[in-house]
């Protein structure tokens, strides 16, 4: 989106680590809250889970 573009510009400026992973405005976030779940529990194979698995592997990563 032209916000989270404008973001990363504005980012760029300053001196601190900034995650690559993106996590796009879905449906699946507002449905599974509605239900009281996670999309973790939509399968490994919904775009949902999977941003949310690549945040945190990347997150992981960074405490390593």
Request: aromatic letters at 4%; hydrophobic letters at 45%; glycine letters at 10%.
């Amino acid at each position: 989106t032209a916000i989270g573009r404008d973001v990363e510009e504005a980012l760029a400026g300053y001196k601190v680590p900034v995650l690559h992973s993106k996590i796009h405005q879905r449906v699946a976030f507002a449905e599974v809250a509605a239900a009281g779940k996670v999309v973790k529990e939509l399968g490994s194979s919904n775009q949902a889970a999977i941003e949310i698995d690549g945040l945190m592997v990347e997150i992981g990563k960074r405490f390593q």
